[in-house]
């Protein structure tokens, strides 16, 4: 299997090596207009079973949109980049209605995909979040709807919610159905998804610091030979605690960290796409860049992926937390670690704090618990403590 990767923490603009020509070519269509026919395209790939055509860069909303014109998504637009996915709390609820502005502002509605999610598990609760984000985002219907962040594959079985996807189907709100995962067990779901036909697609937390793992490889085979559209997200592996740690990351080629892990997913030809925050001009740009060069990793970026790998695993989650917090008297700390990285890796700071103030106040507070036990348990060999306390300073 050929290795993948992604994050927004990017700070400058990169130029493509030897591909002057075309590093031009994108500042000269994003500041001057260039012709649509005369832009270069991202390259796409088959969403699996749907048979849809996407590219394979995907513009999150996870950190929102501006509420008047957002020149972002006209620019992934120009470059191909016609994917949006959002989610019903993604920016407070202020990330759909916020893309729909553009959209509509640049008549683009019919030629641009949307995914959608909701945390609602049951029938009712599903319907109603797809009328919402209908009305949010002005639109008759949307491409994708995921059940977002599933843990628990109950909800994959529940009749009511199964009829209820097939009658929103049939009445041709929801184009294809799915979720997104990003915990611990994301093997076993994708397993699950390989044996439920009426799954078309899943998004899951996929990271170079998972190739080595076989129950993930051998699940990721099995989606994908089940026709399972795969995307990729979480691809960065960012860590919580050192704000700058990506620079660890030694420029030993063309492209930087952020830009090579994105290289690494691509060369998965298993995963369809993967999906960035890029919440600014600049980051779109070197993911552009890095999309339109087909010039595959060398040895050296490889290299500098794992070393940077080793020197920061003390400080990554990987969200499994039935190690670590049956040990630590109800705190949640997978919830925590993971607002604490889009803190300090994605720089998404209010974002963070709202996501930290929104768990309950009895599982926030860290002064009177002893992580001890569980750091003991982290295969990671976490300083849950200190992680925890840094937590509950800069975020609560």
Not at 22 to 35: C, E, H, K, P, R
Not at 61 to 82: E, H, Q, W
Not at 302 to 323: I, K, M, N, P, S
Not at 341 to 356: N, P, T, V
Request: charged letters at 25%; one cysteine or more.
């Amino acid at each position: 299997m050929t290795t993948p990767p992604h994050d927004p923490s990017r700070r400058r603009l990169v130029v493509l090596g030897g591909a002057t020509a075309l590093a031009t070519s994108i500042d000269q269509g994003l500041w001057s207009g260039v012709a649509e026919a005369a832009t270069p395209k991202v390259p796409r790939r088959v969403l699996g079973k749907t048979k849809q055509s996407i590219p394979i860069l995907l513009l999150g909303g996870g950190s929102g949109f501006k509420g008047s014109f957002d020149g972002r998504i006209k620019t992934a637009l120009d470059y191909g980049v016609n994917y949006i996915d959002t989610a019903r709390k993604y920016a407070s609820g202020r990330s759909e209605p916020h893309a729909a502005v553009t959209l509509h502002a640049l008549k683009a509605r019919e030629k641009t995909w949307i995914t959608s999610k909701t945390d609602s598990r049951d029938a009712a609760g599903f319907a109603r979040a797809v009328g919402e984000t209908l009305a949010a985002m002005k639109t008759s219907y949307v491409d994708l709807y995921y059940l977002h962040e599933l843990t628990d594959p109950a909800p994959l079985d529940d009749k009511q919610l199964l009829e209820t996807v097939a009658r929103l189907k049939k009445e041709g709100k929801i184009r294809y159905f799915g979720f997104s995962c990003h915990d611990d067990n994301v093997a076993e779901l994708l397993v699950k998804a390989s044996e439920r036909s009426y799954i078309d697609s899943v998004m899951f937390r996929y990271n170079f610091r998972q190739y080595g793992n076989k129950a993930l490889n051998d699940a990721i085979d099995k989606a994908h030979k089940a026709g399972v559209g795969l995307i990729a997200m979480k691809t960065q592996g960012s860590e919580a605690g050192i704000a700058d740690a990506w620079k660890k990351f030694e420029r030993t080629g063309k492209w930087n960290k952020f830009q090579s892990v994105l290289k690494a997913v691509w060369a998965d030809e298993r995963i369809s796409a993967a999906v960035s925050h890029m919440d600014d001009l600049t980051k779109l740009k070197e993911n552009i860049a890095a999309a339109l060069d087909r010039q595959k990793l060398g040895a050296l970026e490889h290299e500098a992926l794992e070393r940077y790998a080793r020197a920061t695993r003390h400080q990554a989650c990987d969200g499994c937390a039935h190690h670590c917090e049956p040990h630590a008297g109800g705190a949640r700390i997978a919830h925590t670690l993971r607002y604490l990285m889009y803190h300090d890796a994605y720089g998404e700071h209010e974002q963070a704090r709202a996501l930290f103030r929104s768990l309950p106040s009895e599982v926030r507070r860290s002064a009177d618990r002893d992580f001890s036990r569980a750091s003991a348990a982290c295969p990671n060999g976490l300083d849950l403590a200190q992680l925890m306390r840094r937590a509950e300073e800069l975020l609560g």
